[in-house]
């Protein structure tokens, strides 16, 4: 029986491309092999979903790229153009001559022509071939924003990404960067959960017209430094009771309302279905407070990029001013 086709709300970015507002992460530890992960991309695909979320450290481009041909290779698809593909520039690929390198490394990987968004993934340079995250201070180079962004800027110029970007970007990095850019991000990806609203962050991105994209808007709980505080709030599970919704729905609705877009992974096929049904109902004012009061804390400190001889010497300095 064919499935009824679900429609999501979709968003303008200011490179003027159109973003899906629910994405489907890709990473995974450890990664399932293609023979494994490419079924469950397609299956993502018939269910609904139009915004992919990959990276070059992943290690799931290639899979990816697999799963689009064979979606088109079924009709699931008319064509590429009904996906919206991002993909991420890793921190030992961020010196400038290396931007666009890696991009078209990334495309190979992907089989594809383009990204529909590309974004640094963080506002941190390593040396290249470092593989383990046990950093010393000779792993750590400065960070060349500028250079960095006008090689972004070339790749949007070419086509091979349609839409530039950042992730994991404090305010106070994006006014950096919106002073020295001729395009400015389109997107700014970040963690974001109700347990970490980011309210701040997110309402500076409005004001300049960067959309907020969610990493870990279900906190990561099965990772091994994420956070329990989502899937076990009592909040959630009290609004979720009252409206005959699970508790990971709540909280991507939560996200949503933020105006911001969720990155959901799960590779369970259920579990998809049940994350794409948050837009036909909504959370009352009451609701939103209470989910308001939830307490904020970050789940991923990132204090691997923070050492005493390196450009972070503290997390205040790489988070800036974030620390809601």
Not at 11 to 27: M, R, Y
Not at 49 to 64: I, K, N, P, V
Not at 159 to 165: C, N, P, R, T, W
Request: proline fraction near 6%.
């Amino acid at each position: 029986m064919e499935r009824e086709k679900r429609i999501i709300p979709e968003v303008v970015l200011n490179s003027g491309h159109k973003l899906p507002l629910i994405g489907l992460g890709t990473s995974a530890t450890p990664l399932p092999p293609p023979e494994i992960l490419i079924p469950i991309f397609v299956d993502a695909i018939e269910v609904g979903y139009r915004h992919f979320d990959t990276a070059s450290l992943y290690g799931s481009e290639e899979a990816l790229g697999g799963a689009v041909k064979e979606a088109i290779e079924r009709g699931l698809i008319k064509g590429r153009e009904e996906l919206f593909i991002t993909s991420k520039l890793w921190c030992t690929e961020n010196q400038p001559h290396l931007v666009l390198p890696s991009l078209k490394n990334t495309l190979q990987r992907l089989g594809l022509d383009y990204v529909d968004l590309y974004l640094v993934h963080w506002p941190v340079a390593l040396r290249q071939g470092i593989v383990a995250f046990n950093l010393t201070k000779d792993d750590f180079l400065p960070f060349d924003m500028k250079g960095i962004w006008e090689v972004m800027e070339e790749c949007s110029r070419l086509g091979l990404a349609k839409s530039i970007g950042v992730s994991n970007f404090s305010r106070k990095k994006l006014s950096q960067l919106l002073e020295l850019a001729t395009i400015p991000p389109a997107a700014n990806q970040v963690e974001l959960n109700v347990a970490w609203q980011q309210k701040k962050l997110v309402s500076f991105c409005k004001e300049k017209g960067i959309q907020v994209t969610a990493w870990s808007p279900l906190g990561a709980n099965g990772a091994a430094w994420g956070t329990l505080a989502v899937m076990d709030s009592p909040v959630l599970k009290e609004i979720a009771a009252s409206k005959g919704k699970s508790v990971a729905q709540i909280a991507l609705r939560g996200v949503y309302e933020q105006g911001v877009c969720p990155i959901v992974k799960s590779f369970n096929k259920e579990r998809m279905i049940q994350n794409l049904e948050i837009f036909e109902w909504e959370l009352s004012q009451e609701e939103v407070h209470k989910i308001e009061q939830i307490p904020q804390s970050r789940g991923q400190p990132a204090s691997i990029f923070v050492h005493e001889e390196g450009p972070y010497k503290s997390l205040e300095e790489l988070w800036d001013e974030d620390e809601d």
